[in-house]
C-alpha cells in the first residue's frame, strides 16, 4: 500500500501541473481543487469569466456526476446522525432520463421521515420545467398533490406587508381572461366552479377590470351567475348590469317559491324588512 504521513503543520499534498498547484491537501485534511487553502472538507474553485446561459446551462460546468449504466440515475445522498446515534437522517438530489432513449432529464428531491423506511421523493422538476409536489407527473408549472389536504400557505411575518396571489395576463380586448382559479370535482374533466379576472372596456390604458364567478348544474358545464363590472355594478344573472345590483331571470315569476328573482326569509318570528331611502 501507498501511504503519505505528515507530523507538522505543512501541506499534506500537492499535485502541480507546470507550476501551477491543481489538487491539495492541506494541514487537518481539507482537500483543494483549483485552490491551495480549502475552507471545507471538499473545496473546489475556479476562476472562469464565461456568462451563465440559460439555453445552455452546461457551456462552462464546474463538476459531473455521470452515470454510464442503462436507465440510471446520478444521486447526491446526504445524511446525519442524530446526536450521535444510529437514528440517520437521509436526503437525495437525483437526475434521471423521464424515459429510456430520451434526452428528457428530470431532477428530484427525496426526504425520509422517522417513519420512513427508505427516502422518499417529495419534489420533482420536469424535463418541461413543471414542479410537482406530492406527484411524479406535474401536469403545470406547480402541481400540489396529496392525499390528504393539499393547502397553499403564504405568511408575511413582518408588519405593514402582506402575502398575495398576483395574476397577470396580457391582452388587447375587453372582457379577456387575465386568470382564474377554478375548482374541479374529482378528475380534470369535472370543472364545477370558476371565479375569473377579465379586462376591462379601456383597452388604452389597460386599468380597469372585471371578476366573474361561475358554478355548474348536475350534468352540465359551467355558467356565469354573476359578476363585478369595473364600476362596481353588480349583475346577477346579466353580464350587462344597468344598476348597482341588476338581477336578471329568464323565467316568468309565477311561482313564489320556485321563480322568485329576490326572495327575504327569517328562521325567527320576527319579520323581513326592505328600506329604501334617498
Given at each position: 500500500k501507498f501511504?503519505?504521513h505528515?507530523?507538522?503543520?505543512a501541506?499534506?499534498?500537492?499535485?502541480?501541473?507546470?507550476?501551477?498547484?491543481?489538487?491539495?491537501?492541506?494541514d487537518?485534511?481539507n482537500?483543494?481543487?483549483g485552490?491551495?487553502v480549502?475552507?471545507?472538507l471538499?473545496?473546489?474553485?475556479r476562476?472562469s469569466?464565461?456568462?451563465?446561459?440559460?439555453?445552455a446551462?452546461?457551456?462552462?460546468?464546474?463538476?459531473?456526476?455521470l452515470?454510464?449504466?442503462?436507465?440510471?440515475?446520478?444521486?447526491?445522498q446526504?445524511?446525519t446522525?442524530?446526536?450521535?446515534?444510529?437514528?440517520?437522517?437521509?436526503?437525495?438530489?437525483?437526475?434521471?432520463?423521464?424515459?429510456?432513449?430520451?434526452?428528457?432529464t428530470?431532477i428530484?428531491?427525496?426526504?425520509?421521515?422517522?417513519s420512513?423506511?427508505s427516502i422518499?421523493?417529495?419534489?420533482r422538476?420536469?424535463?418541461?420545467?413543471?414542479v410537482?409536489i406530492?406527484?411524479?407527473a406535474p401536469?403545470?408549472?406547480?402541481h400540489?398533490?396529496?392525499?390528504?389536504t393539499?393547502?397553499l400557505?403564504?405568511?408575511?411575518?413582518?408588519?405593514?406587508?402582506?402575502?398575495?396571489?398576483?395574476?397577470?395576463?396580457?391582452?388587447?380586448?375587453?372582457?379577456?381572461?387575465?386568470?382564474?382559479?377554478?375548482?374541479y370535482?374529482?378528475?380534470?374533466s369535472?370543472?364545477?366552479?370558476r371565479i375569473a379576472?377579465e379586462?376591462g372596456?379601456?383597452?388604452s390604458?389597460?386599468?380597469?377590470?372585471?371578476i366573474?364567478?361561475w358554478?355548474?348544474?348536475?350534468s352540465?358545464?359551467?355558467?356565469e351567475?354573476?359578476r363585478?363590472?369595473n364600476?362596481?355594478?353588480?349583475?346577477?344573472g346579466?353580464?350587462?348590469p344597468?344598476a348597482n345590483?341588476?338581477?336578471h331571470?329568464?323565467?316568468?315569476?309565477t311561482?313564489?317559491?320556485?321563480?322568485?328573482v329576490?326572495?327575504?326569509?327569517?328562521?325567527?318570528?320576527g319579520?323581513?324588512?326592505m328600506y329604501?331611502g334617498?
Amino acid at each position: 500500500k501507498f501511504s503519505i504521513h505528515q507530523s507538522a503543520s505543512a501541506d499534506i499534498l500537492n499535485l502541480y501541473d507546470g507550476t501551477d498547484v491543481v489538487f491539495s491537501v492541506i494541514d487537518g485534511g481539507n482537500v483543494g481543487i483549483g485552490t491551495t487553502v480549502p475552507s471545507t472538507l471538499l473545496h473546489i474553485e475556479r476562476s472562469s469569466t464565461t456568462a451563465y446561459s440559460g439555453t445552455a446551462t452546461t457551456n462552462d460546468s464546474t463538476a459531473l456526476i455521470l452515470n454510464t449504466g442503462a436507465n440510471g440515475h446520478a444521486t447526491l445522498q446526504f445524511q446525519t446522525l442524530s446526536s450521535g446515534t444510529a437514528q440517520t437522517g437521509q436526503a437525495t438530489i437525483s437526475s434521471f432520463n423521464e424515459s429510456s432513449g430520451s434526452k428528457n432529464t428530470a431532477i428530484t428531491f427525496g426526504t425520509r421521515q422517522n417513519s420512513d423506511g427508505s427516502i422518499i421523493e417529495r419534489m420533482r422538476i420536469a424535463s418541461d420545467g413543471k414542479v410537482g409536489i406530492g406527484t411524479t407527473a406535474p401536469e403545470t408549472f406547480l402541481h400540489l398533490e396529496s392525499t390528504q389536504t393539499a393547502n397553499l400557505k403564504l405568511h408575511n411575518t413582518d408588519v405593514g406587508y402582506s402575502p398575495g396571489i398576483i395574476f397577470q395576463g396580457k391582452t388587447n380586448a375587453a372582457d379577456n381572461l387575465l386568470g382564474r382559479l377554478v375548482a374541479y370535482w374529482d378528475d380534470d374533466s369535472s370543472e364545477v366552479a370558476r371565479i375569473a379576472f377579465e379586462s376591462g372596456t379601456d383597452t388604452s390604458n389597460k386599468d380597469d377590470g372585471i371578476i366573474s364567478f361561475w358554478t355548474s348544474a348536475a350534468s352540465d358545464t359551467v355558467t356565469e351567475r354573476m359578476r363585478i363590472m369595473n364600476d362596481g355594478k353588480v349583475g346577477i344573472g346579466t353580464t350587462a348590469p344597468a344598476a348597482n345590483l341588476h338581477i336578471h331571470t329568464e323565467t316568468d315569476e309565477t311561482d313564489e317559491g320556485t321563480d322568485a328573482v329576490l326572495t327575504l326569509g327569517s328562521n325567527t318570528s320576527g319579520k323581513m324588512r326592505m328600506y329604501f331611502g334617498v
